[in-house]
């Protein structure tokens, strides 16, 4: 498909659901894709079927703390330079960009490069949904690493990591975005289409696209955009399990940025018929969302935040005490959720007690 | 000259008293010299007019806390990754290595590469003494670029770092340092043999050389080492104005590694006929010291301590309650003392209020 400056606020929409939480504020991205596409008329989407086995693909993305973000953007020249670091050390020019996380920012800057260079996106991502640190990709559940590593920020400054293992890339990679000031571009498991076959989580950005125009939809025929979100996420391969798990109010908030992490968690209070008292917690991204106690969701599969009337989605940074809110829990993408996955980015990997129970378990228990 | 093993236990003395303190205990760069030599017979020193105009000269050090280099030691196959990632950076085979501080470990480490690749030593180095951050070199004063830096660690981590200043480029390099926990190798201001020419501290590694050798001759002898050292001191080019400041019994010992650095001070009382007591304080190296609040000398110019019976210097993690020691104060190289050095490595730069005075000012004055 080709992607047109008119699809650009439905993908920031449908990345910032996916991005729980998290993954950047979708407006600075929009922001950036409609400044880099004002000379150009599309961008090429293209099928990981589309590339060639031996053709090199190069996921681009910033890494750090979205409430920083906010007041440090990107110029642009950074993820070129960051792209180039890569071609130069694989000695091959890249066929195409992909992201590496299609939720929040993640998910348009790839097409920001893209704007600048002329080369296509690929319409897969290392996650379906964002995740606060580096190794957490189906790329490195696979044995795909995420060296080499470029990061680049504003000023031209410029690291290139080349780590014998993914954790420690992930340990070089943040003390390099911390001295950076929390935030920086990056180009890190790039890979030949063979490989991407393998491991990438397929169609993505096509369905976040898919997200954003349904809520769009909705709300230009004042529809209810909740149900038109179900429906959208139903039809997708993925987020089919998906489900309003709470309405209610922000009365609580707590959120400090350490390690170049935004971490806290927001307490909501039920609004009727909803009861009782929902509690969310966050690593840049939402991790487990538990009601008076009990879990209705947990990582990896998604917990979005949406404003109660018009279904948008709020980012960890976007959260304000006395937010009118509906909390949900998606399906993760199957591929997210084998025992080797959950290794890396199970629940365990963030420090949760709790087990990973899919939602549409978590659901039937329930209701 | 051609360096052959006998020079070691010289070359690590003299090292040990030009690094003040710091840049690594040189027992450490004894052994692992000695083993990179056990079959190489010598290895070439070359002055900075033998380097052609456009070979590359490449500088070769560890960075980090040299408290922690005692537990975690280098295996040599990191110097020499360092040494390729910067050749593949310029494009330019290595001409020779030298050291970046001829004060410690750092003294010996470019001869251990040279002895595995069979490059000379250039007899110079970037401050005639030691240091504990990057920028803080003759290099750097001269506006000689330390990037491209490229750091490794023994496990074969390798970071490679472009920065747009030589203060970024310590603020990545110390972030990559600790996240690879707290030493490194590294070679940064590589540079051609012209720009040598006009920003080297020559004969730097020959002088180091004949410093260990005169304590060690006054020892066989059974003569008084530090008569030995002070006509050595004399003989060289920059540290003529050399002094026996203070002698006295270790009292009271402040040390903590932190943010990468070994940091404290250590306070001496006199033995008569001296008197009062002498403080010295320390980042890496020593800073300043103090007798009764006064000050005796001041970095840059350098302060060592030593066994009082031997000579034997003493750094900061051989310092030991109750050590009988004498400190010494001795002028470094005219260039480190301009006002744009100072504006790089004086007393400001280390937070300290008092203004640079040379110590044999200082000296006039006590006296």
Known sequence: MMFTRDLIEDLARGAAFLGTGGGGDPYIGSMLLKQAMRDVESIKIIGVDEVPPDALVVPSAMMGAPTVLIEKLPNGAEALQSLIEIEEAFGQKAFAVMPAEIGGLNALLPLVLAAK???PVVDADGMGRAF?????TTFHVHGQPASPISITDEHGNCVVIWSKNDLMG??????????MGATCQMCCFAMLGKHLAECGVRGTLTAAIAI???IRLA?????????????????TDYYKSSYVLFDGKVA?????TTGGFARGEVRIEAIAPFTGTM???????????????????????????????????ITTEGLRYGQRVKVMGASAAPVMRSQAALDVFGPQ?????????????LQANFA
């Open 117 to 119: 260079t002329g080369l």
């Open 132 to 136: 606060p640190e580096l190794q957490m």
């Open 170 to 179: 992930e340990k070089l990679a943040r003390a390099t975005v911390v001295a």
């Open 212 to 214: 954003g125009r349904a």
């Open 219 to 235: 709300r230009e025929a004042h529809e209810d955009p909740f149900e038109a979100l179900l429906t959208a996420l139903r039809a």
């Open 252 to 256: 609580d908030l707590k959120r400090e």
């Open 279 to 313: 509690e969310v917690s966050f690593q840049n991204e939402h991790l487990v969302a538990k009601q008076d106690g009990v879990v209705r969701a947990i990582v990896p599969d998604l917990i979005a935040i949406l404003d109660r009337e018009t279904a948008e989605p």
């Open 349 to 361: 990997m963030f420090g949760l007690p709790e087990p990973f129970t899919p939602v549409e378990k």
